[in-house]
């Protein structure tokens, strides 16, 4: 029975760990961190303000294909047009489910 619930767990975890292991490998660690800001929002940060927002998955799609400016200071983020759209839909997933 345990064994049962600790595969159960590990499956759970896998899509997590495979999307933030996606995240290290685009770089987005170089400018962003899960809970604490560095040159851009924290991971939990970007979640938390529009975990409300119905449009939130488009919009920060959009933001990570396209670049901007100014949502989160003057600091701009660079646009990733090269990183497939699936990859990106998966990003923005992981970053949205961010506590």
């Known amino acids: 029975m345990k064994r049962a619930v600790?595969?159960?767990a590990l499956a759970a975890?896998?899509?997590a760990y495979a999307q933030e292991e996606l995240a290290k490998k685009l770089n987005c660690f170089a400018c962003h961190a899960t809970d604490k800001k560095l040159v851009g929002p924290s991971y939990k940060d970007v979640a938390a303000k529009y975990r409300d927002n119905p449009k939130a998955e488009a919009k920060l799609f959009d933001k990570v294909k396209k670049g901007g400016q100014g949502v989160w200071g003057q600091v701009p983020m660079p646009p990733?047009?090269?990183v497939p759209d699936g990859d990106i839909k998966a990003l923005v997933k992981w970053i949205m489910s961010q506590k």
């Open 6 to 8: 600790m595969v159960l």
């Open 13 to 15: 975890a896998l899509p």
């Open 80 to 82: 990733n047009a090269q």
